[in-house]
């Protein structure tokens, strides 16, 4: 006979023990504390046993924790599970971060926006301020001329008053009346300089010849008479005015 072959030699327990060898060598962290514990199962198991349990149990929590045994299904799951939370972590800050940084941008657009709106506005009503006080200073300008060409017709026509000194007086009020009168055509509105242009020629009419009634007071025939132009200069350039204002 010849020599037995290594399956002939085999025991009737050693294809038990090879395939119990062979599942080991391939069970996971969790696996092989299950299959310690159910071979403790039924008595008290001893204290190396017990550390065996342990550390395998410590070795299981640490493959889970840190995704070491790439081969289990359940670590691969905690892994990617831990992945996809960091990922929707990160993308939810990278969100917040886009969206707070065009929020501020925009907040900034509309603030400047505004502020140039406002400074426009500003300086609009400015400017008109600017015109009117221009405005309104020629027109007292042209009142003052005129007040002065009443006093003037007064002394001639109410005291008697004939001198050449009374002429020169006369004469240099209706030039500066007139220069008045034109420098309101050159700023202001048609309507405005019509009034002024009537005053001014009731008020040359009044100095040069008196006026039609010369029913004594003369003084007051001179008011009368030079009243209803004042009146309606006074009406449109107040009228005027209060439109440059808005």
């Known amino acids: 006979m010849g020599a037995p072959s290594p399956i ?7 294809g038990r023990v090879i395939l119990e060898a062979a599942a080991t060598a391939t069970e996971t962290p969790r696996g092989r504390v299950a299959r310690v514990a159910r071979q403790a199962g039924g008595w008290p198991p001893d204290s190396v046993r017990v550390a065996e349990l342990s550390d395998l149990r410590q070795s299981a929590t640490a493959a889970d924790a840190g995704c070491l045994d790439s081969g ?4 691969g799951q905690g892994c990617g599970m831990q992945l996809s939370s960091e990922m929707i972590t990160a993308s939810a800050s990278l969100l917040v971060g886009v969206v707070a940084g065009g929020s501020a941008l925009l907040g900034q657009r509309l603030t400047l926006r505004n502020t140039e709106r406002a400074e426009v506005r500003r300086s609009a009503l ?3 301020e600017t015109r009117r006080q221009e405005r309104l200073a020629h027109v007292l300008a042209f009142l003052e001329a ?16 004939d001198d050449e ?7 240099a009020m209706i030039d500066r009346l007139w220069v008045l009168q034109k420098t309101l055509h050159l700023l202001c509105d048609e309507e405005l300089n019509d009034a002024a242009r009537l005053l001014a020629f009731a008020v040359r009419d009044l100095v040069r010849d008196g006026p039609k009634d010369r029913t004594p007071p003369v003084e007051t025939r001179i008011w009368e008479e030079i009243g209803p132009s004042r009146r309606v200069f006074l009406d449109v350039a107040h009228l005027h005015l209060r439109e440059l204002t808005g």
Do not use: F, K
């Open 8 to 14: 002939e030699r085999m025991t009737p327990g050693s």
């Open 72 to 75: 289990s299904p359940s670590s």
């Open 126 to 128: 400015a400017l008109a």
């Open 146 to 161: 005129v007040q002065a060409a009443e006093r003037i017709a007064v002394d001639r026509h109410h005291h008697g008053v």
């Open 165 to 171: 000194q009374w002429q020169a007086r006369a004469n």
